[in-house]
């Protein structure tokens, strides 16, 4: 059996672990528009119908792929990938297997989780999918011939906080929907003080936050600009900031194996207390 405790590391993946939208690594322009002219109509027309916005890409990319007399299916999406690695920050092929490796050396299991609002199908073609337990994306639902005829699963910035509990508790299975707001009582299999949430705008706020007040750690990442990261930072909606850079000795990988060391003596004096508790209550 694993004593290791769990620290689940969670990242929202657009201009976070990539620099730049995912639907900008070519199928916008494979669509016939410019990036300006894409989110600009996809934008209006969930204002003017008072629409989820990424309910509305979703179904702006079929009908435009569709017009084209294409079919969408999840082999389509998933061919934007190879596309989506050449915008991954800095370090990010390798920082999976350093951390993991810091992880092992400290006695700690690490697990790396998505929470996007992006196409979770993209997400599967990318070289890193494989580094993650799980990926929680928009999806489209597909018939029987494998085109996609309706939505799977929708993800907005609030939404995403759902995703946080079903971490917490260990509950994958979307389909239950009453399970992840019952109480659990005893261990929960990822305490939300074992929890480092990676984002990097205001979008992302909410999982910052629930991560953060509960106990664990919330990190603001930057690309070209520093503004909207010193924001948070001011507003106390994170803990840190840093560049968005991966590699084994930046300022990140700084931050974060101070963060898993912190962990891992806590842990470990909870752990002591427990036992002692235990002792106490069997005399």
Avoid at 75 to 88: A, H, I, N, T, W
Wanted: net charge negative; aromatic share 10%.
């Amino acid at each position: 059996m694993n004593c290791r405790p769990v620290i689940a590391m969670i990242y929202d993946f657009d201009n976070t672990l990539i620099d730049g939208n995912m639907q900008e690594c070519g199928l916008i322009e494979d669509l016939g528009y410019t990036t300006e002219e894409f989110w600009k109509i996809a934008n209006t027309r969930a204002l003017d119908k008072g629409m989820d916005r990424n309910l509305e890409v979703m179904k702006f990319v079929k009908e435009e792929v569709e017009k084209q007399g294409k079919k969408l299916t999840r082999e389509f999406l998933r061919s934007y990938g190879p596309k989506v690695d050449k915008m991954l920050m800095p370090g990010v092929t390798s920082w999976f297997e350093n951390i993991n490796k810091l992880g092992e050396h400290m006695g700690l299991e690490i697990e790396h989780y998505v929470i996007s609002s992006g196409f979770e199908e993209i997400i599967e073609g990318t070289s890193i999918y494989g580094r993650f337990k799980e990926v929680f994306g928009c999806e489209y639902d597909y018939n029987a011939d494998g085109e996609a005829d309706w939505v799977l699963d929708v993800i907005n910035f609030t939404g995403k906080t759902q995703y946080i509990s079903r971490i917490n508790k260990g509950l994958m299975n979307l389909a239950d929907n009453t399970i992840v707001n019952r109480k659990v009582k005893g261990d929960r299999r990822v305490p939300y003080h074992n929890m480092i949430y990676f984002g990097d705008g205001f979008t992302d706020i909410p999982c910052m936050q629930i991560v953060k007040n509960k106990g664990g750690r919330s990190i603001g990442v930057y690309g070209h600009c520093d503004n909207v990261a010193k924001q948070l930072l001011q507003d106390e909606r994170v803990d840190f900031i840093a560049p968005a850079d991966y590699s084994a000795n930046s300022e990140l990988f700084g931050i974060v194996s101070e963060i898993l060391e912190s962990m891992n003596v806590q842990d470990n004096l909870e752990r002591i207390a427990k036992k002692q508790r235990q002792c106490n209550c069997s005399e």
